[in-house]
């Protein structure tokens, strides 16, 4: 057992064995160390050992992320015989109980499960749930020897999991066990020094060194220390697979943005090409003609299909639709899929920390965005300071353009 497990997977395993575990039983720390993968031998294991006519709960952030981070390798870790799961039905089957299956992805989804009474629930990376949902669904467990497994990566320490459970752990019925990345015994020396290159500052602190740490000052600390190992002065055009639009909407202290980024082949970099920054009040017609001159500029030189708009402003997108339409522009206007900020932020610092980011010298509003961003120190969660000075708006039309291709980057 020594030789197959991590410390505190041996712990998790023996509470389980000697009737240690409590109500609540949180996996936390490092990626890559081991969580998830012991955490479904647990709860398998325990599911099994309760009754069948027991209610059994799976949620994560969404199911499409449950089904990936949990349902396909809980599959391999039991079998088919043992666990089968249908997402449209929104239910599994695993050791002879029936398990539901949902997504927690916003305040409404408390609804969901309201009315519920369970045995047992699992949850995988409980920091991006909502509190309300989360406060559901311990009110769910209502069956006796209830239990609820969860996991998840360190993040503010302001965080409502943090103040109000792990901070409480003592008044609680709850076991926190603590993972690190240097202690999984199936990761070659290697992969682990390399993956610690990818991630810096606050990143490194919680998804490497485990810690409840807040995010304070430089936010993209590379890029400004060193700007001139991103920047370019160009870039053969031929190297460029495709490119996306990213459309940042101005306000009363903020600015209109557009940039434009580019992929190479394979997906190896991200490439800033071109943008658009204009911080000043201007009518929806002159917006509409700004936007399809900047399209027009972008496909002239690469393969241009999409733009990707701040979602908050749907009568400013249809116009820019409309304008579309009528000057036979062939450009697909989405909404900007606009994931939490510090997932958008962690990507491209990963990115640079890879050296997989460049940007053309002539992006110079996206340049000093980059240099200047800060985390906001009076904010409670993780936050860009946004104080109406600095230009946060690039940044958002940065990360809308590439957003939908985070999973191809990798």
């Known amino acids: 057992m020594s030789e197959i497990f991590t410390p505190p997977q041996k712990k998790i395993l023996s509470d389980f064995k000697n009737g240690r575990l409590k109500r609540i ?22 599911t099994a050992s309760m009754p069948k006519n027991g209610g059994y709960l799976m949620v994560g952030k969404t199911l499409g992320t449950l089904k990936r981070n949990c349902l396909d390798t809980l599959a391999v870790l039991v079998g088919s015989k043992n666990f089968t799961y249908s997402l449209s039905k929104k239910e599994g089957i695993l050791c002879g109980r029936r398990v539901y299956l949902e997504g927690a992805s916003d305040a409404r989804s408390e609804s969901k499960i309201r009315g519920m009474t369970l045995c047992g629930a699992y949850c995988d990376e409980l920091t991006l749930f909502n509190e309300e949902f989360f406060a559901m669904l311990l009110s769910r467990l209502s069956e006796p020897g209830a239990k609820l497994f969860a996991t998840t990566n360190p993040d503010n320490p302001n965080h409502w999991l943090y103040k109000k459970y792990i901070l409480r752990k003592g008044d609680l019925d709850f076991n926190l066990y603590k993972f690190l990345i240097g202690e999984n015994l199936f990761l070659s020396r290697d992969y682990i020094e390399n993956l610690k290159k990818e991630y810096t500052g606050v990143f490194y602190e919680r998804f490497i060194l485990g810690n409840w740490v807040a995010a304070e000052g430089v936010i993209y600390r590379e890029f400004a220390d060193a700007s001139e190992e991103f920047i370019i002065d160009g870039i053969d055009e031929k190297d460029i697979m495709f490119a996306s639009v990213g459309v940042d909407f101005g306000g009363n202290k903020s600015a209109h943005a557009f940039v434009c980024n580019g992929y190479t082949r394979g997906f190896e970099k991200v490439v800033t090409l071109d943008e658009f920054y204009l911080k000043e009040r201007i009518s929806p017609r002159e917006l509409e003609e700004r936007f399809i001159e900047f399209i027009l500029k972008q496909q002239r030189k690469y393969r241009v299909y999409e733009a990707y708009c701040d979602s908050a402003e749907t009568t400013l997108i249809e116009g820019l639709r409309l304008a579309a339409a009528r000057r036979g522009v062939q450009i697909d206007i989405r909404l900007a899929k606009k994931g939490r900020i510090t997932e958008r932020i962690r990507f491209f610092n990963r990115l640079m920390s890879m050296r997989r980011y460049l940007i053309l010298r002539g992006c110079k509003n996206t ?44």
């Open 25 to 46: 039983n949180l996996l936390d720390g490092s990626v890559r160390s081991g969580k998830t993968w012991i955490s479904l031998v647990l709860w398998a294991l325990w």
């Open 367 to 410: 340049i000093d965005a980059l240099c200047s961003a800060v985390w906001d120190d009076r904010a409670v969660g993780d936050m860009r300071l946004d104080n109406g000075i600095l230009n946060v708006d690039s940044l958002d039309a940065l990360e809308y353009a590439t957003e939908p291709y985070f999973g191809d980057l990798g």
